[in-house]
């Protein structure tokens, strides 16, 4: 995660730290080796010195810092504020390669993040956003009462970043991005998905990874699961679930439903193929917890996970697919506590964290808020101010169809932050609102990975390359070998398909390459 340290605009180690872990990740699938080299573009060069940025005069914008910087490359950093207190930071290289790729934050975001500040290396410009608030990532308390911060964090802050930062770029070659992109995961998914639903002229390309797009629905989820593992309020050390639980459950469901696919390799290629059996599971003897076995409140606990939550039967939010729980990132540090508290975050889990925060500060205005009393009950009327402004769930693109822009939808099947089931329904839902949905946007699953990547699967792609492929030469992305590395080492490939197609083992080869699937 190299370039937190290089971009993200951090008071302090403590607060990088905190920013690092709000990002979710989402770095880690964005900064990966490319897997191709991008094609080489003519460069544009700046036609006005850096230092000359600082004095433009452009509305509603002050521009504090321009400055020239030689590494990774030479280039111009521009640092300012868009109205009240919207911080942005553009880098725009002096080999212009006559593209903007804009980058997504984590979290609540709170810090000047861009998920695409690597491509500033291959030519592009690109710029990144606080959203209009300082914080840890995590807390929402910036949000209590202040309708501005509220719609900044929700969708306006991206929106104005790119109108702004395109202009700059427009000022310094004296010409207008050809091609524009935005790529972000986790939270930066879900702002991928705003501008594609809400500002569908701003972008040529857009790549929504694992997106955090229903944030009421979301939260509700993890208030539930905070619920049945921490019933108590009062008592946040010692969660229902334990860690041996976890190995235990693991190693059950890959007994059961590992080999479905063909290959014996902790991979669960569809978990919906896995219909695992709750009965399988050793219960605790006087129903006494211990390491070897599950007490009824721990079984209870478990099921509340892959549940997902509901409100007078109708679905808020799906649950989890089964694999992967006890993988590093995976149930520990997202749903279930582990032996080390992370630094700096008040609180047992980052889903009890996101949601009792949610909760709080973007929908009740209630930091009295109480997580342990809370129903669901009347649900969609008590959410529905705050939907109105967090929420990317149209399943209406045509601005996008109409714009000529192509959007990327990924999500690792095992993803412990953000269900993977409620991204797929999502896209059914887009495709029954118009069949030619899969033209300009396409959805990638990703067996065996976690939340923006890790995992047992392979993670890495090279997503920019992908979509501008598919905007600027009509390459639409009907196979992607995603991979995975150790060190310098590619161990796996393996091909991933549009939705609803699925890698198939061929039944013969290696199955840690792409070429032993179909």
């Known amino acids: 995660m190299d370039f937190i340290e290089h971009n993200v605009n951090t008071k302090s180690l403590k607060m990088h730290r905190l920013c690092t872990i709000s990002l979710v990740l989402g770095t880690l699938i964005i900064q990966t080796p490319l897997l191709a080299e991008i094609a080489k573009k003519p460069s544009t060069a700046p036609c006005i010195p850096c230092e000359k940025?600082?004095?433009?005069?452009?509305?509603?914008?002050?521009?504090?810092?321009a400055t020239v910087l030689e590494e990774p490359v030479l280039h111009c950093k521009i640092s300012g504020t868009i109205g009240k207190e919207i911080k942005f930071e553009l880098l725009l290289p002096k080999d212009w390669n006559a593209r903007f790729a804009m980058g997504g934050g984590g979290g609540f975001v709170g810090s000047i993040q861009n998920m695409a500040a690597s491509s500033l290396s291959e030519g592009y410009a690109t710029a990144g956003t606080d959203t209009g608030h300082e914080g840890n990532g995590i807390?929402?308390?910036?949000?209590?009462?202040?309708?501005?911060?509220?719609?900044?964090?929700?969708?306006?802050?991206?929106?104005?970043?790119?109108?702004?930062?395109?202009?700059?770029?427009?000022?310094?070659?004296?010409?207008?991005?050809?091609?524009?992109?935005?790529?972000?995961?986790?939270?930066?998914?879900?702002q991928a998905m705003m501008e594609a639903q809400r500002y569908p002229d701003d972008f040529d390309g857009i790549v929504a990874g694992a997106p955090a797009f229903n944030w009421p629905e979301l939260a509700a989820e993890f208030v539930q699961n905070a619920k049945a593992i921490y019933p108590d309020p009062n008592n946040l050390d010692n969660p229902v679930i334990t860690l041996a639980n976890l190995t235990l459950l693991q190693s059950k469901i890959l007994d059961q439903c590992d080999v479905i696919d063909g290959v014996k390799d902790q991979i669960l290629n569809d978990p919906r193929d896995c219909k695992f059996d709750f009965e399988a599971l050793p219960v605790c003897p006087g129903d006494v917890a211990g390491d070897d076995c599950f007490t009824s409140a721990q079984l209870e606990a478990i099921k509340t996970v892959y549940a997902g939550v509901y409100d007078e039967n109708q679905e808020i939010y799906p649950g989890f697919p089964f694999g992967c729980e006890n993988e590093t990132g995976a149930w520990v540090p997202w749903i279930v506590g582990g032996d080390q508290k992370i630094e700096g975050i008040d609180f047992p889990t980052l889903q009890f964290g996101f949601g009792t925060e949610a909760f709080k500060y973007l929908i009740f205005q209630n930091p009295d808020w109480d997580y342990s009393t809370y129903d669901f009950s009347n649900f969609s009327s008590t959410t529905k101010y705050a939907s109105s402004y967090l929420n990317a769930t149209s399943t209406d693109y045509s601005g996008l169809k109409k714009h000529g822009g192509k959007m990327i939808l990924f999500h690792g099947w095992n993803d412990p932050a953000l269900s993977a089931l409620a991204t797929i329904e999502h896209y059914e839902a887009a495709k029954e609102a118009d069949e030619e949905l899969a033209d300009y946007v396409r959805l990638f699953l990703l067996p065996g990975v976690l939340h923006c990547g890790g995992g047992c699967g392979p993670a890495e792609a090279n997503w920019l390359e992908l979509v501008s492929n598919w905007v600027e030469n009509g390459q639409a992305p009907d196979k992607i070998i995603v991979s995975q590395s150790k060190g310098k080492k590619t161990i796996i490939t393996r091909p991933v398909f549009p939705y609803p197609k699925k890698a198939i083992y061929s039944g013969k080869g290696n199955p840690n390459k792409e070429s032993s699937f179909e």
């Not at 209590?144 to 395109?166: C, I, P, W, Y």
């Open 53 to 65: 940025l600082k004095h433009l005069d452009l509305p509603d914008v002050v521009v504090s810092e």
């Open 139 to 190: 807390k929402a308390d910036w949000a209590l009462n202040n309708m501005e911060r509220q719609l900044n964090f929700g969708h306006l802050a991206v929106h104005r970043t790119a109108v702004v930062s395109k202009a700059i770029i427009d000022r310094y070659y004296c010409s207008a991005p050809e091609y524009s992109y935005f790529v972000g995961c986790s939270r930066g998914g879900g």
